[in-house]
């Protein structure tokens, strides 16, 4: 099974993408483009154990009230310059209270992953040989300036 | 100025060992050219034509007499004994090693100085009106709020990978020395009728391939505001700015794309979810932040007359009507030491003049010394009475040039010499300028004639707000240059228009000279070269330019 890195742990995870926007998957324990779940909800659902994913250029809120309803959401990263999924992290945290597991999926690096984990991604698929290494970089820095979804007071209410 | 706590020197600290590693991961093949290019680039670091060239964050400007005696070191040491001041305040080192680098940002870090967020797709140092404090115009201090925005900036985790880079200046005089109507984000600090602090956001300036003059999209925004307005303007821009072409990425493009109507109707709705949360600034903060920039200890003098100081010595004269300016307290005078040497690149200086003018900032004032976009340096307290002695030891130091304000205080890039960006050599071009306008008197008379040089499209230089600009562009492979007309900086910005066809780098002196004789011949008494250019308009000069 691969691995990935779950609330701080390297664990096994059985999870897969299903990068196809036309045809449905056959087994549950996928996670699909929102364009297929928007297209087929129904046989997707009897299906079970179904999560979705956010394209880079796929807002939060084009999962409508169906947010809360996911035990697990991923957001794309097609390029790890591009980090439009960091604004979608938060906002799925900070707007629409999702609670379940956020997960990053794509291009995205390891030294990406601090910043991650403070716009409320607490799963990463990252694409490396060496997970147990890349833990590191979760202890880049102690605190923060800013708020976030690991810290909900900037630093100034706590001088 | 602002001194760090024990979480300021943690977090610098805890910077540097991230980079370390970051650059032994590097060097061991274990990160890829491409993922090091954002890990480098935030850290100041570019990989230039000869040498990697490192940024260093000067935050608004403000330095003290160790940090310059500790840049003064660092260059002996690892690079070849001199700095840079660039066009956003910072300090470059030409030649440092790529290796060496986490070692420079760890002696940095001694004196609280770092080289975060000066490159790459992210929000950049925050700029500031080099005469912040003491300006006689000021309105308020701009350095509290920008060290407030320099907190909030570094190291947020949602904007570190923005479409485009992101510059933010603030001004706090009525006289904008800080350009706020060309940055992504330009706040200016004004009075409501009840002399209430608030800011007007101006969005979407910009200059680089598509010179733009910003939108206000809020006229008046209360100090409490104002980080988690700036959020929101950021968490829009990052979903939607356009990342699929680099030179339309910048929020400059989106804002002119949705209108900037549209654009703060978006920013308000993203506000409405921030507006009172967390992120308000608290009394106690802004208190906090403005105790570290209190005036200092002021002595009691009388003002003396300019004229009569004057009287001294007719050199000294002129060093003063040019290179000093009022100052908000009696008897003290703000000095600008004019880093504008004819045969030094603009915004050189060396280790030497480093300590030495350390030294001038401790005897003259009270230790604190302020870089400025013109490329120039700043002494902000000296007492009158001590402007004769000061003057004489910057004529010892070669930089005493009284050209402040002048067609010879040129803002220059460091272009093709050193830039892998450039398309053209930009430093030979404001020697040759330099040279071909030696006689001061000549150029006193043309008033205030602000010439600014770009080695490309990148528009470093800032040449599209130069009265003169002056742009390096590739033509089959040989350099060429494009001049513009009528750009100006400050509230009334204007984006330069361009002459005509490029000219060759011999012809570029030239050119100047006969849009300065056609100035000269169309100016009504006192007038200057922005006005008579808005008076008349380009055909005069065109004409006379091609003849």
Redesign the interface.
Known sequence: MPKIIKDLNVVEDSWQVWRDTENLPTTGGVIVPLSLWQAHKDALLALGGIAVFLASDQ?PKLLGADINSFALIAVDFPK?????G???G?ELR??HGFNGELRAIGDF?R??L???K??GFNSFALQSD?LDEALASFN?????????IDQ??????R? | MYAY?H?DR??VS??VA?FRD?TQRYLAG??TDE?FL??RLQNGLYIQRLAPMLRIAVPYGTLNAEQLRKLASITRKYDKGYAHISTRQNVQLNWPKLEEVPDILEELAEVEMHAVQTSG?CIRNVTADQFSGVAADEVEDARAYCE?IR??S?????????PRKFKIAVCGSESDRAAVMVHDIGLQIVKDAAGNTAFKVIVGGGLGRTPVIGSVINEALEPKHL?TYLEAIL?VY??LGR?DNKFKARIKILVRAMGAEAFKADVEKEWA?IKD???S??D??IS?AQSFFQPPAYESLPQQDMQALALENADFARWLQHNTHAHKVAGYRIVTLALKTTGVAPGDVTAEQLEVIADLGERYGFGEIRSTHQQNIVLPDVRQQDLFALWKELVELEVAAPVVGTLNDIICCPGGDFCSLANAKSIPIAEAIQRRFEDLDYVYDLGEVELNISGCMNACGHHHIGNIGILGVDKKGQEFYQVSLGGSQGLDASIGKILGPSFAQDEVPNVIEKVLETFVSLRQPEERFLDTFRRVGMDPFKERAYA
């Open positions: 807002s790890f310059a591009d980090g439009r960091f604004s979608y938060r900070e707007q690096m030294d990406q601090y910043f991650l403070r716009c060496e880049d820095f102690s605190d923060a300036y800013q708020p976030s909900s007071l900037p630093i100034f209410r001088r | 706590d979480f943690q977090l805890q910077r991230q970051q274990k990160i993922q954002p890990l797709n407030i907190q909030w570094t190291f947020h985790p949602e904007f570190a990978f923005l980080l968490r990052n979903q990342r979810h949360g967390a992120l600034l608290t106690e903060e906090r």
